[in-house]
């Protein structure tokens, strides 16, 4: 049966309310555009993290402080060698990009 206890039906009302806020400010959270745009960022971050470890692998291996480290330095051999490679993949993605938007305006 249902509640006729008008004391019991507004509180469960006002339960029901502040739930349908906090989904409410939820939903919103989670389509805003501004927040849409902070998980993309961090998306793209770590997945540049991720290649730039994996190209330092590739090059270098992987890297540990008591083997690479130079003398007293507190510098990475392999980060040293990893500037070319970055710059020879920035070249690369320059020159494709150019082909592309060249070959576009051409059709």
Known sequence: MADTDPDALEREI????AELARTVDAIADRVSPKRVAERGVAKVKANAEHLVSS???LVGGPTTRSDTEMEGEGRYAPAQSMA????????VLVVGAAIIMMRRRNR
């Open 84 to 91: 070319p490679v970055l710059i020879g993949i920035g070249a």
């Open 55 to 57: 190209i330092g692998d």
């Open 14 to 17: 006002e339960r029901t309310r």
